[in-house]
């Protein structure tokens, strides 16, 4: 079995991870010079449902990568407005752990690889080909391309390039796999029915910040100071992720501990940053103008089914933010290893996992398919950790936070270890 998967962001690792442990020949190819993608600058895991995703995976033997990030956390357990028992990954560590694992359980990872063409006959690809003219034949494929950029989007939907850390200037925008297949793509919306959403957050350089601040972040990996009334942007509904649009993340400057200082708004003009106590000397470390804007994501989604194979293609799967407008690690770790098990059961001729929908995990990649096909649905973003994914959960009772619970819910559905063999 050869699987191919093209963007090393969380849903490719994830894929590569649980594509490896199936048995497979793995190639994963990335376009920049570092995995995680978008996750090289997150860090928040186990926010609120995320907890229970993220044990569900661990009780159904899919959970290493959750494991390694569990290891590399600066803090665990904290909370934060609207969001408790988090844990804050350090994002110079992780992407270096994540790696190593990748590359000791024998996947085969490309840098500085960025895939511009496919091969498709018969309604299945034969091979892709990256921007350097190499070529890579596979049984199956993995679109995990993620939905961010390139420059012209953020350009045309957003406030202008930001200078984020997707780099496209460096290595050229995203490309995405199933979209030069011909498949027809689906565009996430706002509320207010305009395209794509900005990502919500900034990296401040954690040292540019007063004593007072950093001390707060190194030992309790959170610090919230209230913005003085006149200085208060309100970018709220600009956010891909609606579980930090609540009052609190603009009445208030909103800091965690993920090595840099993670500011959970979209962008924030220096001028006034500096104007607040503690921030007189705050420098952007991403995106490098987080006093205008940032990243632009969900464009081009691939339509898909609950095991994660792209509708129109036989043999290509996609994970992440690729796989609907899911947004968070947790989210691209679950879906990547699904994709990741299906690639190699459709490479076998084994009937294709779909997860039971009395798993939060399960309900979440049903539940976004569905609204994904409503004008409604298309403007909201999902995600365990809050907003109306979170709410639809609480209301099927799928948000479980004891442990014991969770693997007995798993083993009732069958699923425990499902992923281990
Ligand atoms: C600034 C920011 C902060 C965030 N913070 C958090 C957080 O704290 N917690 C959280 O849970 N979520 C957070 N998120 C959301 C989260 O990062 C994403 O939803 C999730 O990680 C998406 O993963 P993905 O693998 O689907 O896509 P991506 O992370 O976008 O990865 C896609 C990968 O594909 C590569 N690629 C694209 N096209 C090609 C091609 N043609 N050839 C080869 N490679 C290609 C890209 O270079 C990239 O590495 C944040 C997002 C941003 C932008």
Redesign the pocket.
Known sequence: MKIII???????CSAAYMARKQGAEVVL????DSLL???L?????RNNGRFTATEELIAMGGGEIFKIIDQNCRHTNISFPGHEHASLYDIAKTPVAITNYLLEIGVEVKFI????KAHVTDGAIQSIETASGNVYEGDAFID?????GPMKNCIKYGNGCAMCI?RCPSYGG??S?AGICGISEITGKKADDSIGAM???CKLYKESLSPEIIEALNTKGVAVIPIPKELIENHLSAKA?QQYALKEFSENMVLLDTGHA?LMTPFYSLEKLHKIPGFENARYE?PYAGGKG??M?FFDMAPRTNALQVIGLKNLFC????AGLL??????IVTGVLAGYNATRHISNMPLLEISRKTAFGEAVAYVNEEMQTKEGLGKKYTFSGSVLFEHMKKLNLYETDVNRIQENIKNEGLWNVFAC
């Open positions: 093209t963007g090393g962001g969380w849903a490719g190819i990335e376009r920049t993608g978008t996750g600058v997150g860090g928040i895991m690889e960025r895939v511009v995990t391309t993620g939905t961010a997707i995203r490309v796999l990502s919500g957050s992720c993670k991403d940032n990243s994501r994970a992440g933010e690729k947004v968070g690690h947790t989210e691209a």
